[in-house]
């Protein structure tokens, strides 16, 4: 039962555009999302999280969208550039109780930025 | 900076070997991690421990057990290697009751059983 969803295995895009990357949840419970980035033979990297009480953080050409009610988020690159391609996992958390810092992953969605 | 490192980049095993994943982290992290990474399934959680000699299973433990005898070292133990066990191996570490919950990764493992 996959909680976490990232229903596009992978998105191509050209330089300079907007990539928008998808991800949907089903657990009520999780209140803190993350987007990591994972480079070929690299371990994957923190990139932006945000939590339940906000819809909307952003970090310079990051930006990612929470709708609670959709349990639905966004990652949105601008400019997109040819050093974001990469796999971008989505993740959850439910910082309630004892998680002990658990994250639950989606699949991956693999960006491709063109020159 | 956080420091994850792996024993291993590359593994090649037989089926039925005892392989050992070792991890070591030098922030001091309470929690621990082990995933693995396999196309079209993303990162999935085998083990996680939260405390030196404690552990907790995952959402795949089937297979593998884990060892935390020191606070900066979490081992994964594949007790008898099976042919669908070959996969990227990811191991991870974070503080305990930091919010946010930002886990730091190692290299990764690939781990290939014949």
């Known amino acids: 039962d996959q909680q976490v969803k990232q229903n596009s295995p992978s998105l191509s895009v050209q330089e300079g555009r907007i990539s928008i990357l998808n991800c949907d949840y089903t657990?009520?419970?999780?209140?803190?999302f993350l987007w990591y980035k994972k480079y070929p033979a690299e371990g994957p990297t923190f990139l932006i999280s945000i939590s339940s009480i906000k819809d909307k953080n952003e970090d310079g050409r990051f930006t990612v969208f929470l709708n609670k009610s959709a349990k639905h988020l966004s990652l949105h690159i601008v400019p997109s550039q040819p050093g974001d391609s990469a796999v971008y996992f989505c993740a959850a958390s439910d910082t309630g109780g004892t998680s002990y810092g658990k994250l639950t992953f989606g699949q991956g969605t693999i960006l491709t930025v063109h020159p | 900076d956080v420091k994850v490192t792996q024993s291993s980049r590359y593994l090649v095993k037989r089926t039925g070997e005892k392989v050992f994943l070792e991890c070591v982290q030098d922030m001091d992290h309470e929690n621990m991690f082990w995933y693995r990474q396999d196309p079209g399934l993303g990162l999935r959680l085998i083990y996680f421990s939260y405390d030196v000699k404690m552990k907790e299973k995952g959402d795949i433990p089937e297979g593998y057990s884990v060892s935390r005898e020191k606070k900066e070292r979490f081992s994964l133990i594949l007790e008898s290697a099976s042919t669908n066990q070959t996969s990227m191996y990811l191991c991870a570490s974070s503080f305990s009751g930091r919010f946010p919950d930002t886990q730091y990764f190692g290299p990764g493992t690939r781990l290939t059983v014949l």
């Open positions: 657990n009520s419970m999780f209140d803190y």
